[in-house]
């Protein structure tokens, strides 16, 4: 009984904590504030790469061309494993 108890109030505290993040997530996006990573490859990094990947050119030389616009890396090339995500 007493475990059934405890289970109910864990439960509760769960569907609390869960209710207060949404809401908080609700707050930050009607500030126009939004989680997760910035972007690396925007659309038009993206048809870059695929236009020249058409053209023939290796990945690598594409690569030294290409600038990340936002985040911590601003300014620096991105991996080749971000350029080959961006293949498919």
Known sequence: MLFAFFAAMAETEREAIREATLEGLDAGARKGKHGGR???????????????????????????????????????????????????
Do not use: F, M, W
């Open 38 to 88: 910035p972007v690396v490859i925007t659309d038009d990094t993206l048809h870059t790469v695929l236009r020249r990947k058409t053209a023939g050119e290796r990945v690598e030389d594409i690569r030294k061309d290409l600038i990340i616009p936002t985040g911590r890396r601003k300014g620096e090339n991105p991996s080749l494993a971000s350029i080959y995500r961006c293949q498919y």
